[in-house]
């Protein structure tokens, strides 16, 4: 009785193991293979890191969006009126980079294939996040011809250089584009992230700022507190109902040496949670949610505060 029985649980792990193997190709086994390294090999934990991962991402996006529309919709404004013109890309008078030139006629054509009319409206929409954060760049003497005379203008007087002010802003076209590629961000000190990206539609516009601080699924880091965390967890919230997501906890793989330095979750932090040794111990949840569309809290190690 016992052979036939230990024969059907074979079988069931099987499966098992096949379902995962299937579900790991599918994500990519070399893109996994970081997941399971920063857990140690734990490959159950590794799929709940992953899961975990794609919230977060999502969480940010957010932010990212109305720093992208802010940042886009505030150097336009800034360049028709410098130029006295709503299509101040062809202002004679404007030395713009071939590049920057080539993604102005790139949109012209999306438009028309579109079946519509490229307005100005449509083509400054039309235009990439790197397309205006390039405006802020070098370029083709853009200090003088851009910054200058218009550009400085769509920012707060505390804003700095144009050369710092593009790298801020880069520097964030950089982490969208890892979301946007569906990359791992779990290992960055995403409290620092969205403190920048807040800071930076501060810059812009501070009433903006405060409404996305106000409704961020991410939590923490904007208003400088220490320990920031970001609020996301894969199941969301539905109604009055709060869903909380699954725990990920215990591995040594994510208490082991030099792990300080990966700008994720800190020591201290996952010892606390975990105890000395590691092992596999339940999270307790953490307060719920407070307005919507924010997402419950699972509970996770803080983020250590460094500078990035």
């Known amino acids: 009785m016992t052979i036939p029985a230990r024969g059907v649980r074979h079988k069931e792990l099987s499966i098992e193991l096949e379902k995962r193997r299937q579900l790991i190709k599918a994500i990519s086994t070399e893109q996994f293979a ?3 390294a920063t857990v140690g090999g734990d490959v159950d934990l590794a799929l709940r890191l992953y899961a975990w991962n794609i919230a977060v991402s999502g969480a940010f996006l957010g932010p990212l969006q109305v720093l992208e529309v802010s940042l886009r919709n505030a150097l336009h404004d800034r360049l028709t009126a410098c130029f006295a013109r709503e299509d101040w890309w062809n202002a004679r008078s404007l030395d713009l980079m071939f590049v920057h030139r080539q993604a102005i006629a790139a949109a012209y054509e999306r438009i028309r294939d579109a079946g519509k009319m490229p307005t100005c409206g449509r083509v400054v929409a039309e235009l990439s996040f790197g397309f205006w ?5 070098a370029g083709a003497n853009y200090e003088m011809t851009l910054w200058r005379p218009a550009l400085r203008h769509a920012f707060s007087a505390d804003v700095g250089t144009r050369k710092q002010v593009h790298h801020d802003f880069d520097r964030r076209r950089t982490f969208r584009n890892r979301i946007a590629h569906h990359e791992s961000i779990f290992h960055r000190h995403l409290a620092g992230e969205h403190t920048h990206i807040i800071r930076l539609i501060r810059l ?20 400088g507190a220490t320990g920031a965390r970001p609020r996301a967890a894969p199941d969301l919230v539905l109604g009055s109902h709060q869903a909380h997501a699954p725990h990920w906890a215990g591995s040594t793989g994510l208490g082991g040496p030099g792990w300080e330095d990966r700008g994720c979750m800190d020591r201290a932090a996952w010892t606390g949670l975990h105890g000395p040794g590691g092992g596999r111990r339940a999270l307790p949840q953490d307060p719920p949610f407070r307005a919507f569309p924010r997402v419950p809290r699972d509970a996770r190690a803080s983020l250590r505060q460094r500078r990035i």
Do not use: D
């Not at 954060?133 to 760049?137: A, D, S």
């Open 34 to 36: 970081r997941y399971e």
């Open 133 to 137: 954060v390039g405006l802020l760049g």
């Open 204 to 223: 812009i516009c501070p009433v903006t700022a405060e409404w996305v601080t106000l409704n961020s699924r991410v939590e923490g880091g904007a208003g």
